[in-house]
Nanobody
Framework: QGQLVESGGGSVLAGGSLKLSCQASDYIYSIQYMGWFRQVPGKEREGVASIRIHGGETVYADSVKGRFTISQGNAENTVYLQMDSLKPEDTAMYHC??????????????????WGQGTQVTVPS
């Protein structure tokens, strides 16, 4: 049973939109940050967006600024990633992650303690 469960991936034409969802298990407590990372086979995992749970501050990778939006849901420990104006280079497995640290760097995946299995996003070229 996963501690973080993602949903919402799929295949969409370039210029289209998708919304990813992530729900953290009730067994995870004191989460300070939640984030989205993506990975393409043969490449390093890339931080996409993060949000501080108490405060709402957000951070985005330069490659997605202005196109992606991370937000919290009404349910505790739920986050979304709204992805607009999708490009073929956005094709990847998208993973949700949670951190219990008081500071979590989007460029440092090791700052995150819990990970989901991922949901595939495909934007054909």
């Amino acid at each position: 049973q996963g501690q973080l469960v993602e949903s919402g991936g799929g295949s969409v034409l370039a210029g289209g939109s998708l919304k990813l969802s992530c729900q953290a298990s009730d067994y995870i407590y004191s989460i300070q940050y939640m984030g989205w990372f993506r990975q393409v086979p043969g490449k390093e995992r890339e931080g996409v967006a993060s949000i501080r749970i108490h405060g709402g501050e957000t951070v985005y990778a330069d490659s997605v600024k202005g196109r992606f939006t991370i937000s919290q849901g009404n349910a505790e420990n739920t986050v979304y990633l709204q992805m607009d104006s999708l490009k073929p280079e956005d094709t990847a497995m998208y993973h949700c992650a949670a951190s219990k640290w008081s500071s979590a760097d989007l460029n440092r995946a090791s700052d995150y303690d819990y990970w989901g299995q991922g949901t595939q996003v495909t934007v054909p070229s």
